[in-house]
């Protein structure tokens, strides 16, 4: 009966709802239609970033085995090469850079790997990235690392992916052997994804 009383005095005057109302006003549609823009708007530019973080990632696996390669020929004092690799087992005339690559001290400088010479590392494909080399007097399989840090040839390995060169990055090997990155060809011109 308490309750019963309790009830009635804060619902004294106002007549029983016998309608349940259902569904969503015009107000509840507008919010839910700007929140999912916002959000849509927000997921496209998630999309460019996951794409700027995984070209980034790959351009500084490449800068981290060219310097790599500089390092173990400095502290060897023998040369030591990179080479474009389609089997990982040994370096390939008609792949491409984005196919994998092989590190090894070359004893010899035939820029070959030959029986006693020690692999240092090998790299597996690039994950939708393509990879090109551009080297001095049209050498694009190897760069070589000199004991004295140098490199030969210098060149430009271009990074493109699906969004072709207006997001394309360069690793610029001058003759001194220090990598650097650049958004343009080491001419200052700009960056070609062919």
């Known amino acids: 009966m308490y309750g019963t009383q309790r009830y009635r005095r804060r619902h004294r005057g106002r007549a029983p ?5 259902a ?5 509840d549609l507008m919010v839910t239609s ?3 823009g916002v959000l849509g708007l927000g997921a496209v530019g998630m999309t460019s970033m996951v794409q700027d973080a995984r070209m980034t990632a790959q351009i500084n696996q490449m800068m981290g085995h060219l310097n790599l390669a500089r390092s173990e020929a400095i502290k060897r004092g023998i040369a030591v090469t990179l080479c474009k690799t389609d089997d ?3 370096c390939a005339r008609g792949s ?10 070359d004893n010899n400088v035939n820029r070959q790997i030959d029986d006693g010479e020690t692999i240092i590392k090998i790299e597996q494909p690039l994950d939708a990235i393509a990879l090109n080399f551009a080297g001095a007097l049209n ?7 000199k004991p004295v840090g140098m490199v030969d040839p210098n060149g430009t390995f271009t990074f493109c992916d699906h969004r072709g ?3 394309a ?6 003759g001194t052997g220090r990598p650097r990155v650049s958004s343009v060809s080491a001419s200052n011109g700009p960056l070609s994804c062919s």
Do not use: N
Not at 23 to 27: E, L, M, N, Q
Not at 96 to 105: K, L, N, P, S, T
Not at 169 to 174: F, G, H
């Open 23 to 27: 569904g969503y006003s015009i107000y």
């Open 169 to 174: 990055k360069a690793v610029i090997l001058l």
């Open 88 to 90: 990982g087992a040994a």
């Open 139 to 145: 050498r694009d399989r190897y760069v070589t690392y």
């Open 165 to 167: 060169a207006k997001k």
């Open 34 to 36: 700007a929140v999912a």
């Open 17 to 21: 709802s016998r309608l349940i109302q």
């Open 96 to 105: 491409e850079w984005h196919a994998g690559w092989i590190i090894f001290v």
